[in-house]
């Protein structure tokens, strides 16, 4: 059948809508670049959602855990190799994502006797400074954005993600401490599980700050700063964060 | 998507499937003039393992540098002391540093100590070959915390040419220096007051220095340590919380307080 133009586009509208259909009710995740470095965060319930990659790199998804597990281990060997062939610094995001996962995601999405990459994820490589940094959102059809810096969400509906992350750039220029911007993100974590609108109908902050809280039953949250000022290579710090407040592991 | 590992966390299976060659694995024709490293050390003391080396690399009776670091740091609670041939020991200690962090990063969770200590073992045996022939040998030791006990502490291992491990007791010493600073251990360890085990890092540090600088009046190929001209040695401490370098102005500072100064 996929030998037929018209076809073949059916097939993949199809898939397109299928793997849709298979990322809704997934959990958003975030990763924010600000001075101390980047903070990557996710809600996870019974299976990770943020990693370490490379010594200045780091991801964090949704979907299902065994396609997140595939990108993050495919991921983890093309950086090093890259270290060991050449060195740390030559590992980049760029290459990384542009040149290897992007072109071998999009393959598995369009070969349609493939099973196709069940996940939505954020990419971060942390530079000298904020401007430096750069955060990679791919997509499950292989299509990937590149920014330097600023805020990246990862949820299952595209317009959600977009209003969220306009109302979070704004948000968060008002805030400069970690926990603040934790909070921040966790906010905007329960608006976007809870389907809400962003401006103007976003509820007051106390009301999505006791939403947050209450409805981490059952779940865990995940986040990890690589932090910009260290005197390790391997800039990943595992932070522990929960309705109490936020503490390094 | 790429294929999975031979051995999940590997990092050498994963170079094996890149087709990375390691060490070379074929005859040479001709020995090169080697540059060698010499001398390095490690004992227990009281707050946990110090280990030491001195900054030469010669080649045959050429010096090439007084500025190498045999002392190198694979992980935050690893240490690896090289003597031997620095191209080889640089390369072993590359792989290491790159396997350790492989393995904890993709199978989260870090390495044990006894599998760290045989990921070197296993690539003295890779470099067999090699040594067989007098090129390329290494003698290292190696440092590490193990965590999987009650009061998680350092340990000392060292190694043959061969790749066998051993656990030391109290010290290990290896290079052309090594003789002279074991038969001053064993005499400390035996003598001593305090015994090296005892010693305060102070203690420690000076000890280390004067091992050094006895070694290198022995032993051409041994730098030696002289303030007067800067010339340190480099000295790393491991403890359960992590590794401390001993920088050159503490070990003047060491040197210059010694109350034996004039005992030599």
Redesign the interface.
Known sequence: MTDEPYRWLEAIANRRDYVREQLKGGSPAFAVSMPAGILLLGVGSGS?KV????DRHAMAGLGHPADIE?IR??A???A??E???RAAQDVSLRRLVGFGLSA?VKQ?FEQLFTAPVLGEFVFAELGDTPAHDHLVRLRFDGSFVTQSGGVCIVAPETEAESAAQEWLRREIESRTSLEAIADLLLQTWWCLKEGMSFPPTTPAESERQSGWKANLAGKTIEAALLRRQSS?V?RYETLVLNSEGLGIH | MTQTTAIAGDFLSLLAQHETRLFAQHPIGSMPNQTQATTVFAFHFAEGVLMAGDRRATAGNLIVTDKIEKILEIDATSLLAIAGVPATAFEMARVLQTSFEYYRRSQLQPLSLAARVRALARLLRDNLPMTMQGVGIVVPLFAGVDFSEKSPAPHIYFYDPLGAQFQAVGHAASGSGSASIRSIFAFHERHGTPRPSEMNRLEATRFALRLLMTASELDSATGGVDPSSNQFATLKILTSSGIQTVSDSDQAAALATDPNANAG
């Open positions: 990770s990693f370490e990659l490379h595939r281990q495919t983890i060997d093309a090093h190799i270290a060991f062939t071998q598995n390790s391997s």
